[in-house]
């Protein structure tokens, strides 16, 4: 059952196997209305100290067991999930502002997905093993869990990005501490309602909401907690490199990107314009891996941008609880007003907006008229050095500019500090390869967008993180690699 307080949802903290109450909360915001509708914990070091005992306890029992009884517990709670994965959809597009649609096929079905992968994987790791006949010894390597995981997710894709950090912890035998984002942790405190019913041990998941400054620091500092996976900003990620420094901590790190699409004449059109309006403007443009700056060859710059903006304009703003809705609302107002800002800056450089914000009225229904929306932006005449085509913006903006010559876009597109992903359009074979190997980014698309195989390695370059995760990166991450050497 629901704990109501004035009609607002009310969470708790998961710690031990229990839902334990806090003694102060904070507001989180419907983003499509602007109201307050739920109360999340705000913990500090007393709940993550409690958490760290909790995952402690549980340790020795979940790591001994075997990886196909992990399994099997890691497929049940991939079923449960799936079973109320309407309620899961609804309930992340209400706190998130992302549309239903969005949430029913891309977020929740990944987050199941992530459980069913990490399941199947686990069971096929294998280790090496070599011999030295002349001095008669066998080496073989071993992998066992590293400990307590810390894990913090960010706001954009609440269960999907949580569920691709817990899965593959527990699944190679470590227990762990979750932290959602305040903004959007009511999914997580959903998933905590099905951990015992899908056989997870007491202890084995945790979790704390609250703040970065508040939970994510103790998390970071504390001395039992030897694993923190995170993804969000470059600037929290320097705070935790710096927090975790003196432990010896490892780390993954996911941060940001200011990915390129790059398109040559030789592009399909047809195939180009409505994935590129996707890769730009899908939920609100709040992806890490959206494109924010699209670099066009001079010789179809002015036909693309022509098609480019019509499309965009088709793409409809609204309530995200409405199917036919394209682009929901972004995470908060501070967040609005932030790219809103960047727009302006733009203007203010001399650049010109095609659609969207400040240009075209916003019709929005009669509830939503307080909600934090804006329409899906281009602009254009902007300089590589601006900060719009410098700093993540993560809304619904992007920057159209024309390139002559493969040599020039290839280190425009490597000009900024990140290096996440990239999108190439041409049908020359020898290009895509050619402007493949020459970007500095870690994932590389030709001809699609956000393809996902999740047994090859995921994160990026530069600015863009540290660390690889996947089946077997994640799996390499998430233990510790002994070499045992018998002489027989």
């Known amino acids: 059952t629901m704990a109501h307080s004035k009609g607002l949802l009310v969470l708790e903290n998961f710690i031990g196997g229990k839902f334990v109450s806090c003694s102060s909360y904070i507001d989180s915001y419907n983003p499509s209305t602007g109201n307050v509708y739920c109360r999340v914990p705000d913990s500090d070091k007393e709940e993550v100290e409690a958490a760290v005992q909790a995952a402690k306890a549980a340790f020795p029992i979940w790591s001994s067991k075997s990886p196909l009884e992990r399994s099997q517990i890691l497929n049940k709670l991939a079923d449960l999930i799936e079973r109320d994965l309407e309620a899961f959809a609804q309930a992340e597009s209400k706190d998130q502002g992302k549309t239903i649609a969005f949430a029913r096929t891309v977020d929740i079905p990944r987050a199941v997905y992530n459980f069913r992968f990490f399941a199947s994987s686990i069971l096929h790791h294998t280790t090496e093993c070599t011999q030295m006949a002349t001095v008669g010894c066998l080496h073989y390597t071993s992998r066992v869990p590293v400990g307590i995981a810390g894990l913090i997710s960010p706001w954009n894709l609440p269960l999907y990005l949580l569920t691709w950090k817990i899965a593959p912890a527990?699944?190679?035998?470590?227990?762990?501490?979750?932290?959602?984002?305040?903004?959007?942790?009511?999914?997580?405190?959903?998933?905590?309602?099905?951990?015992?019913?899908?056989?997870?041990?007491?202890?084995?998941?945790?979790?704390?909401?609250?703040?970065?400054?508040?939970?994510?620091?103790?998390?970071?500092?504390?001395?039992?907690?030897?694993?923190?996976?995170?993804?969000?900003?470059?600037?929290?990620?320097?705070?935790?490199?710096?927090?975790?420094?003196?432990?010896?901590?490892?780390?993954?790190?996911?941060?940001?990107?200011?990915?390129?699409?790059?398109?040559?004449?030789?592009?399909?059109?047809t195939q180009c314009i409505p994935t590129t309006v996707r890769s730009s403007f899908a939920n609100q443009g709040e992806i890490c891996l959206c494109t924010s700056r699209i670099f066009v060859q001079r010789g179809i710059y002015n036909e693309f941008l022509k098609r480019f903006v019509a499309e965009t304009k088709k793409w409809k703003v609204g309530n995200p609880s409405d199917p036919t809705v394209d682009v929901g609302a972004l995470i908060s107002k501070e967040h609005l007003e932030k790219v809103k800002g960047y727009v302006k800056k733009a203007q203010d450089e001399g650049a010109k907006v095609l659609c969207g914000e400040g240009v075209d009225s916003l019709s929005l229904p009669a509830g939503n008229q307080k909600g934090y929306f804006m329409l899906p932006t281009v602009i254009v005449e902007i300089k590589d050095e601006s900060c719009c085509m410098q700093e993540e913006i993560f809304g619904p903006v992007t920057c159209v500019v024309a390139f002559d010559t493969e040599e020039e876009v290839i280190e425009r597109a490597n000009n900024v500090k990140y290096g996440l992903a990239a999108?190439?359009?041409?049908?020359?074979?020898?290009?895509?390869?050619?402007?493949?190997?020459?970007?500095?980014?870690?994932?590389?698309?030709?001809?699609?967008?956000?393809?996902?195989?999740?047994?090859?390695?995921?994160?990026?370059?530069?600015?863009?993180?540290?660390?690889r995760e996947g089946a077997k990166d994640s799996y390499e991450f998430f233990t510790e690699a002994k070499t045992i050497t018998i002489k027989h």
């Open 170 to 269: 527990i699944a190679c035998g470590n227990s762990v501490i979750a932290k959602p984002s305040e903004m959007t942790s009511v999914t997580a405190w959903m998933m905590c309602r099905l951990l015992e019913k899908a056989g997870v041990p007491h202890g084995v998941v945790n979790v704390v909401f609250g703040t970065g400054s508040k939970v994510g620091e103790a998390l970071v500092c504390h001395p039992d907690v030897p694993l923190i996976s995170f993804t969000g900003s470059t600037l929290t990620a320097q705070r935790i490199t710096e927090k975790s420094a003196p432990h010896c901590k490892r780390l993954s790190l996911e941060l940001g990107g200011k990915n390129p699409a790059i398109i040559f004449d030789d592009a399909d059109l």
């Open 423 to 467: 999108t190439v359009w041409s049908s020359s074979v020898g290009r895509v390869h050619r402007v493949a190997q020459g970007l500095q980014s870690g994932l590389v698309w030709t001809n699609c967008w956000l393809i996902r195989d999740l047994n090859l390695p995921f994160g990026g370059m530069k600015a863009s993180g540290i660390g």
